[in-house]
């Protein structure tokens, strides 16, 4: 996940495009770029990166439109070449783009123009040629035209040099729009707006951003109206306090936000989920929250003594699953946005709706798409690395379990009796943290529920140090990994 910023309005500047860009900053980034429109020129700066790093290296300029973004590489370096906003061969058309073009491969090869000499290694860039070649005249149809040979997730912002208008559409990435008196943002995630309503965009659907406002439009050009999604309350978690950065103030927030759920889960009516025959339970995510699901399997069995299983989501999608009506199905993200698990979810959909969402995010698309949400209550998330969000994932699927169970006090006494203890819980870890950042590669190992959290352990620390880690069963070291300690031994 990475992110998009646009702002369409009288005298915008960019320093505000990046200052809400660094909202985003919790999806993830290597590189960020901006493009501002002036004076019938497009100004763009790019720098890997931090956002910070930006700002230190472009002038803050004026102008009436301008887009901005994170780029979290998946096709090319990371480089400044590479980073967004990209142009097409004639500079005309600047486009930020979130997500993977799949069929970028075919459709550069039907460009068979010997004078296309793509500039980038993106898959994005595909975008800004085709805008450029597109047949059309008036650049809404050129953009549908465009959009329309895509395949792949996309959330695309775009410009034209000779246009006053944004250009904006999605497939399977989030975009939202707020239109205020001022100017018009569009965005990733609505932490990024000011207080009031705003609109969310669906797949297929297209918004022409100016300076009286946004049209949306379908697919075959015809404008609609849209009702507003929701209400954008903005929240004052994005200080750091006292705090060296955000993941050790999200660690240290860990028992208050249990407390929440805790509160939250005693005033659902489980009457619901507790009438349901539920033959198995497959639990879906992915990265940390796939590691949640493989716990919550765990509680499943033991405590209902139902089949379950944790699959990953990009595996739920290729391999064959065998749901019917009876299969409860749990899709959890912490951000509500993971196109894999949001892609399973409407794959379980076509045979159960025995569907449970499990996110933070209760705007977002796992959520709105699911028949039923749970909210995880774990508060904004900024750091990458998932901790507090985990923690409260892992205790969500422990509260549900023993709320079908018809023990949900238990439950929540249980659970408030270990966040109590994780107040005054200390430990320092830094002599530890000094040795291993010496090696490369670490195993972490344990057994059953410790090898789940070693897994997560594992995966925290390539994400955090890029050390390589992994996690393994105690039990399995002897079947094979051992070798490697014979190997460092000698
Ligand atoms: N696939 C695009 C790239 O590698 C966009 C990645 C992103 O979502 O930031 O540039």
């Known amino acids: 996940m990475c992110g998009i910023v ?103 090869k039907d460009l068979i123009e010997p004078d296309v000499k793509f500039q980038t290694e993106t898959d994005t860039e595909i975008v800004a040629m085709l805008l450029e070649r597109s047949k059309f005249k008036s650049p809404l149809k050129r953009f549908i035209d465009v959009c329309k040979k895509l395949q792949g997730s996309y959330a695309l912002c775009v410009m034209e040099k000779n246009t006053e208008s944004m250009f904006v559409a999605k497939n399977k990435s989030p975009l939202y729009l707020q239109v205020k008196q001022q100017n018009t943002i569009v965005a990733s995630d609505p932490v990024c707006f000011e207080k009031g309503k705003y609109f969310r965009l669906e797949d297929g659907e297209f918004a022409v951003i100016t300076l009286d406002g946004v049209d949306f439009y379908n697919n075959k050009g015809q404008k609609f109206s849209k009702k507003e999604y929701g209400y954008f309350e903005p929240q004052s978690f994005s200080s750091k306090e006292n705090f060296k950065h955000f993941m050790l103030k999200e660690i240290y927030e860990t028992p208050k936000m249990i407390q929440d759920l805790c509160k939250h889960y005693q005033k659902i009516n489980w009457n619901f989920f507790k009438k349901w025959w539920i033959g198995k339970v497959k639990l879906v995510g992915c990265g940390s929250a796939f590691h949640s699901c493989l716990i919550g399997a765990q509680y499943f069995k033991k405590h209902l003594n139902t089949d379950a299983e944790a699959v990953t989501a990009s595996e739920f999608l290729y391999n064959k699953e065998i749901l019917d009506c009876s299969t409860l ?26 569907i449970i969402a499990i996110t933070n995010v209760n705007y977002s698309t796992l959520a709105t798409l699911s028949p039923n949400v749970l909210p995880i209550c774990a508060g904004e998330e900024i750091a990458v690395a998932s901790t507090k969000a985990y923690s409260c994932q892992i205790i ?24 109590n203890k994780l107040k005054s819980f200390s430990i320092d870890i830094s002599k530890l943290a000094e040795d291993i950042k010496n090696h490369q590669n670490v195993f972490f190992i344990g057994r059953n529920y410790d090898y789940i959290t070693a897994l997560e352990g594992a995966l925290k620390l390539k994400e955090i140090s890029y050390i390589n880690a992994t996690g393994y069963p105690a039990g399995e070291l002897k079947h094979g990994p051992i070798a490697m300690f014979f190997l460092l031994a000698n």
């Open 6 to 108: 646009g702002i369409v309005g009288k005298d915008i500047n960019s320093d505000d495009v990046l200052n809400r860009l660094e909202r985003l900053q919790y999806r993830g980034y290597d590189s960020a770029g901006i493009c501002i429109k002036k004076d019938e020129e497009f100004k763009i700066f790019k720098e890997i990166g931090s956002i910070d790093n930006l700002k230190k290296n472009s002038p803050n300029l004026f102008g009436n439109i301008a887009i901005g973004h994170t780029r979290w590489a998946t096709h090319g370096k990371v480089d400044k070449i590479n980073a967004h906003p990209i142009l097409s061969g004639n500079g005309c058309w600047a486009v930020v783009h979130n997500g993977i073009i799949e069929n970028y491969t075919a459709l550069k």
């Open 329 to 354: 199905c749990i899709f959890v993200s912490q951000s509500g946005e993971t196109a894999d698990t949001i892609s399973a979810l409407k794959k379980a959909l076509k045979k159960t709706n025995k």
């Open 396 to 419: 969500s699927l422990y509260l549900l379990v023993m709320a079908i169970k018809s023990q949900l006090n238990k439950g929540i006494k249980q659970v408030l009796n270990v966040s």
